[in-house]
């Protein structure tokens, strides 16, 4: 069955910092992964999404992703970290075959000034 | 990428009614999904709503507790009944774009049950 784990609960860096949120899958065949963030009160904003070809997907808002089939991960990155990325990031997985999307528990980003 | 939006956004109520969510699309979708999220918790599908058939409900979800209507393409509503205060959570509708696989979410409705 597919599942999706976010190890890290919370996180909190500092503003500028360098940012990374892990997201680990399990899945038969090659997967449809998706990164969404929730700022408060709000509904999911798809940052990006990986089908196929180029394992590095860019994103919005400065956002990128990387899979690794050998570590079953697709991990998100940034750069610089913005005060206004504060929010909850949610990894998730989707099969070919379906549409149903399976999400990790989520990581909370907390940014200090 | 499509604009999705649900009524109400929030709505508190108190136990053994029922509320009915509104999800309206701005174009024509053939996938809607609902989930719900439970405080603090991700989201979980309810069920599947594909126009012109009844819903494909989730294990651990049941049709009597949550109804669910797709009368068009371009909307759905999902009802909460007879409401308890483990009801309490966000649900959220979510459409397939033109890409397949690809989900949109509205903003939610914050349900509170007293």
């Known amino acids: 069955a597919q599942s999706v784990t976010q190890p890290d609960i919370h996180i909190t860096v500092s503003e500028g910092a360098s940012l990374e949120l892990r997201c680990n899958y399990s899945?038969?065949?090659?997967?449809?992964l998706f990164w969404y963030v929730q700022s408060p009160g709000q509904g999911l904003q798809l940052l990006l999404k990986y089908f196929s070809g180029d394992t590095l997907v860019q994103g919005i808002k400065g956002f990128e992703a990387e899979f690794k089939r050998s570590q079953s991960s697709f991990n998100l990155r940034k750069p610089s970290v913005h005060w206004s990325d504060a929010a909850e990031y949610f990894c998730?997985?989707?099969?070919?075959?379906?549409?149903?999307?399976?999400f990790g528990t989520g990581t909370r980003l907390q940014v200090f000034p | 990428s499509a604009v999705i939006s649900q009524k109400p956004s929030r709505d508190i109520c108190q136990r053994g009614t029922s509320l009915t969510i509104q999800c309206q699309v701005d174009s024509q979708v053939t996938m809607m999904f609902w989930y719900r999220q439970q405080p603090g918790q991700s989201l979980t599908l309810i069920a599947t709503a594909n126009q012109g058939s009844e819903a494909t409900y989730e294990s651990g979800f049941v049709i009597d507790k949550f109804p669910i209507s797709r009368p068009n393409l371009t909307f759905s509503t999902l009802t909460v009944s007879n409401m308890s205060p483990e009801d309490s959570s966000i649900y959220l509708c979510?459409?397939?774009?033109?890409?397949?696989?690809?989900?949109?979410f509205g903003a939610g409705t914050r349900l509170s049950v007293l």
């Open positions: 899945y038969g065949a090659t997967p449809y």
């Open positions: 998730a997985v989707g099969a070919g075959n379906t549409d149903k999307l399976i």
């Open positions: 979510s459409v397939e774009g033109l890409a397949k696989n690809i989900q949109y």
